[in-house]
């Protein structure tokens, strides 16, 4: 199983949820793993109304599966290998338990795919590093914009795609560099439904990244090139900090043509501090 780099496993989807969501049921650290046995252990079942509105059995432009899903259609892997799956034949979070059972506000059971293109660049004017973000309309944080993937499409084509959706820039994503695959700690979270991604980075030359001309999708309240420090990137939504991290590491292990010296000096000087 890949994993982001957290010390314990999925805080966020434990301790953190939306507002709609019913109180978590406490999950200790080393009660997490479905192999721990906690007989005390009684989440609460919840699924958004939004998300049985778009049930596909009954709305032909639903995109949520059936709310009882026939454990024959239950998914039996992911990006992170074979699933354990309940007595009723859901398929089990990969990561352990979240104190919440049901769908919550997640369209599929079991593994709901994402593609998060993270984009860079220096600000030459600044000297800073910055990132193209986006502000969430749910809660107001910043993150990499990104979105669902589609049945039977490309990684590559979503995350074109959703980066044209979100911020209205258009880039070429088969030159991005593969940053990870895999969980995602993500408060919408569920014991029966949970967020995996696979995250790609493209650092931009300054003169290009000049051209471009940002603008928010219906999905985002706002977008800008946020400039990267550590509180930013501490605040960046769900694991996004992790993943930029990530693509900064590999920025400064070299392979890149075009990246001064100085520039990289910039970057590690960054990851000293985050």
């Known amino acids: 199983m890949a994993t982001t780099g957290q010390s314990a496993p999925h805080v966020k989807a434990r301790r953190d949820k939306p507002a709609e969501y019913p109180e978590r049921f406490p999950v200790p650290d080393h009660l997490v793993g479905w192999e721990s046995a906690y007989p005390a252990y009684d989440p609460p079942y919840y699924v958004s109304p939004v998300v049985l509105e778009n049930d596909s059995s009954r ?3 639903g995109w949520a599966d059936p709310e009882q899903l026939s454990p024959a259609d239950a998914p039996q892997e992911s990006l992170c290998g074979a699933l ?4 009723r034949g859901r398929a089990l979070n990969s990561a352990g338990r979240t104190g ?3 769908r919550g ?6 593994p709901n ?5 993270i984009i860079t660049r220096i600000n030459r004017r600044e000297n800073r590093l ?3 973000a986006i502000q969430r309309r749910d809660n107001g944080q910043w993150a990499i914009p990104g979105g669902m993937v589609d049945r039977g499409e490309l990684v590559t084509r979503t995350l074109a795609r959703e980066l044209v959706e979100e911020t209205g820039v ?3 994503m088969e030159r991005a560099r593969f940053i990870y695959q895999g969980y995602v700690d993500d408060p919408r979270n569920t014991d029966h439904a949970w967020m995996e ?3 790609k980075h493209l650092h931009l030359d300054p003169d290009m990244a000049e051209q471009l001309e940002p603008r928010a999708g219906s999905d985002a309240r706002a977008v800008r090139w946020l400039p990267l420090t550590a509180e930013t990137i501490a605040s960046l939504y769900a694991s996004h900090c992790v993943l930029v991290k990530k693509a900064l590491e590999l920025l400064c292990q070299g392979g890149r043509t075009g990246m001064s010296e100085a520039d990289r000096q910039l970057v590690q000087a960054l990851l000293h501090v985050v």
């Not at 354990?84 to 007595?87: A, I, T």
């Not at 795919?113 to 293109?117: K, L, T």
């Open 59 to 61: 709305n032909p432009a």
């Open 84 to 87: 354990r799956h309940d007595e």
């Open 100 to 102: 919440l059972a049901g």
């Open 105 to 110: 506000l997640l369209g599929k059971w079991g």
């Open 113 to 117: 795919y994402a593609a998060d293109p």
């Open 130 to 132: 910055e990132l193209l």
């Open 170 to 172: 258009s880039l070429d």
């Open 197 to 199: 991604t696979t995250a």
